[in-house]
């Protein structure tokens, strides 16, 4: 029998069969882990360094300094911060001699070939420390180009974001790189001191971060935006006045054109033109907001404003956190005289704003700086190359193993009638949802988004079917929300975009990929869930029916019926199923097919077909149960090593089976149920609510040793954390339905 901690340690040896408690424990551990942290804001130069539709950061200097001379020299640096020791694949392909300094070790240096084969790419293993790691770049100009590009493998999936180095850019984001030079001034010399100033050098610093003198001379929004007559701009700030209240303040300034000033929504101030101002306006104790709306006339734009309490200057602060970001003012505009928003819609940084109601273009809130705007990223728990995460919250982030753990907080807070543990998952899912429209800009300016990642790159079920499905399964909890645009997004793709075989299967092309041209029993948890809620919910009938589909033809393809279970992958290169029954493989397959019965009309014609699929399936997975109760990593190998997650969507599926008839040997079931369920809590969950024995993230192959002795078990993995809540709750449900049938046959 596996074993993951002494059983003493186990939830079980403390709370006994105690059901619901366990599952409060589950989840109390979980959001204390994960704390509703979301996105950081950062200035970012648009004039900097930007990614690639692939992720990968362009530093094209050749496209950059065209003048730059063959021989000559140019940098590029970068920090990462890593909130625990983390090992990731980043990919660098080579424009030209490339040497990268990796924690100032040279670690790799290119070939004649990486240097002048197109396309080469290059794959580097780096173990990242905890705290702050240096990226730098000698790049030299020659005739086969200068430059490189650099970027994380699976960069939407295993993020890598970079911050400026040098004490006058701290907390920005992006790279720095320098003006090209005739000679390596760090050959044999220690490279540049991040923390420093990047005075300290003799280089030329880019992006560009200061105004120019006569720049400066200008007003804020001239100076931004250039003049635009009869164009309208906002300045947003928050007046700090942590000393006094409830007293009158002083507002006074000059405008360069018509203004509107707005105190906490209401609006103190309204000039028709150019000129000075002054206003008393109560004041209370605290933060307060304050908007303004400047219009340009034929001359200049802008103003200058001063706001205090008798003798006492109030202070301006930026209305939200940006790093990197000293000044107090966030601006938005050019905007067209047509185009109108409220006060509250103005006052928040989750919204892209159109510029001119005829027009598509959007822009977003910027800083008083060249070129620079805020931008959100998600600097949370970041996947390692082993599917790990390290020790900050896994919030706000979108991707299919998290689509489990907020469907199992969802069951879990409705089942213990805890509104704060739905509230959490709400939530989660909100901060994803209420910054789409965002992110899709930010895509489309920034070539590769800072959010988002995986739903605004969509290209596979992976991206959008796990976390879809539990985004409409919180839907129930929040109507009006901004969730349907996005489900109707992920249903075109998966009804009508996704590559199918000619029988209409889904299977991935991944072309030029491991993974080129295979089925994997996992997309049925990828898709059909998602296409059961999104029928009920948007009345489209076809989604049900192809989820009933899907079942049938990926049956066709990796049921494997002298053992009445799964294949794992089905590789149309070869033409074969692999034949390995992974267990979480199958775990998604039972778990997946529930949904769609429960989902299913009795008059559907599939359901005669996948009701017998689906007892065929149990009674092949309860033939290989483990007498620990658990099931193996490789379902038909005792050798490979006993597995949580699979036995979660196993037992999961059994009381479901069990309660909704759909199984003709209930009491078989009962019982591998129960068992399964006893050994979870004897062996698999500590006291602390730790889940233990989950295999990492999969791909895939055709021998069983890569399941057993590659893919190793992680320490609450996102996998696993959900399915166990969801494995409990449907325990304590058919233990109160085995109740009530007991007292009904009385």
């Not at 890593?82 to 001699?97: A, I, M």
């Not at 164009?231 to 006045?241: R, S, V």
């Not at 078989?668 to 602390?688: M, N, P, S, V, Y």
């Amino acid at each position: 029998m596996t074993t993951y901690f002494n059983e003493q340690e186990s939830i079980q040896t403390r709370l006994g069969n105690d059901h619901r408690q366990t599952l409060k424990v589950l989840a109390d551990r979980y959001i204390g882990a994960n704390p509703p942290v979301p996105f950081a804001f950062r200035a970012f130069s648009r004039g900097g360094v930007l990614q690639n539709d692939k992720g990968m950061f362009d530093l094209d200097l050749g496209r950059r300094f065209p003048e730059a001379k063959p021989g000559q020299y140019s940098y590029a640096y970068a920090l990462v911060w890593s909130d625990s020791e983390r090992n990731l694949d980043v990919l660098l392909g080579c424009l030209g001699p490339i040497q990268f300094f990796f924690n100032d070790e040279l670690t790799y240096r290119s070939t004649v070939i990486d240097e002048i084969k197109p396309d080469a790419t290059v794959k580097l293993n780096l173990d990242f420390v905890k705290g702050w790691n240096r990226l730098f770049i000698k790049a030299k100009h020659t005739a086969a180009g200068f430059g490189c590009l650099f970027g994380s493998d699976e960069a939407k999936v295993r993020i890598l974001n970079v911050l400026a180095p040098f004490a006058e850019r701290k907390g920005q984001a992006g790279w720095v790189f320098s003006s090209p030079i005739d000679h390596d001034i760090f050959e044999g010399r220690s490279l540049p001191d991040a923390m420093s100033s990047e005075k300290n050098n003799s280089l030329s610093w880019l992006p560009r971060r200061e105004w120019e003198e006569s720049e400066l001379s200008l007003p804020a929004c001239e100076r931004l935006f250039g003049r635009q007559p009869g164009k309208q701009a906002y300045a947003w700030t928050q007046l700090n006045n942590l000393k006094r209240g409830h007293e009158i303040c002083l507002m006074k300034g000059n405008a360069a054109g018509a203004l509107t000033v707005w105190l906490e929504g209401k609006v103190v101030l309204e000039l028709a033109e150019a000129g000075e101002f002054q206003v008393e306006v109560p004041l209370s104790y605290g933060q307060q907001q304050l908007l303004i709306r400047s219009s340009c006339g034929n001359n200049a734009w802008g103003f200058t404003m001063e706001v205090s309490i008798g003798e006492e200057v109030v202070p301006f602060g930026l209305p939200k956190q940006v790093h990197g970001a000293a000044e107090p003012w966030l601006y938005l505009g050019p905007l067209s005289a047509n185009v109108s928003f409220s006060y509250e819609d103005l006052v928040q940084t989750d919204s892209v704003y159109t510029i001119d109601v005829y027009a598509e273009e959007k822009t977003y809130w910027r800083l008083d700086r060249p070129e620079t705007w805020i931008r959100p990223y998600y600097e949370n728990a970041m996947l390692s190359n082993k599917w790990t995460v390290g020790n900050v919250t896994n919030y706000a982030r979108w991707d299919y193993p998290l689509g489990v753990t907020i469907y199992g907080l969802l069951q879990t807070g409705r089942l213990l009638e805890r509104p704060d543990i739905n509230q959490y998952a709400l939530d989660h899912v909100r901060s994803c949802a209420d910054m789409f429209d965002y992110s899709l800009w930010d895509r489309e300016q920034y070539g590769f988004p800072a959010i988002n990642q995986q739903l605004v790159m969509m290209k596979m079920l992976d991206n959008c079917g796990s976390f879809g499905s539990a985004m409409l399964e919180a839907y129930q909890e929040d109507e009006a929300s901004k969730f349907m645009p996005i489900a109707n997004r992920i249903a075109d793709f998966i009804l009508y975009s996704l590559e199918r075989k000619e029988d209409g299967a889904f299977y991935r092309i991944c072309a030029d990929e491991y993974s080129e041209n295979t089925m994997w029993a996992d997309d049925l948890y990828m898709s059909t869930p998602f296409l059961c809620r999104y029928a009920r919910i948007a009345g489209v009938s076809d989604a049900l029916d192809e989820a009933a589909k899907q079942f049938l033809l990926f049956r066709k393809y990796l049921y494997m019926p002298e053992e009445r279970i799964m294949s794992h992958v089905f590789d149309f290169k070869y033409g074969m199923a692999t034949g390995i029954p992974w267990g979480r493989g199958n775990g998604w397959t039972l778990f997946s097919l529930t949904e769609v019965l429960e989902a299913l009309p009795t008059s559907h014609e599939a359901r005669p077909a996948l009701a017998e699929f689906f007892n065929e399936l149990c009674g092949g997975y309860a033939d290989l149960q483990a007498e620990s109760g658990l099931w193996h990593q490789v379902l038909n190998d005792s050798d490979a090593y006993e597995e949580a997650s699979c036995t979660a969507m196993f037992a999961y599926s059994f009381a479901r089976g069990v309660r909704f008839g759909w199984l003709k040997e209930p009491q078989r079931f009962i019982e591998a149920a129960l068992k399964a369920w006893d050994g979870l809590t004897r062996i698999a969950i500590d006291a602390q609510g730790n889940v233990h024995g989950v295999c990492s993230g999969s791909r895939y192959a055709f021998t069983a040793d890569y399941y057993k002795k590659d893919l190793l078990t992680v320490k609450n993995d996102n996998h696993g954390v959900g399915i166990m809540m969801l494995a409990g709750s449907e325990v304590v449900k058919l233990n109160q339905w085995l109740t009530d049938s007991l007292q009904v046959s009385q």
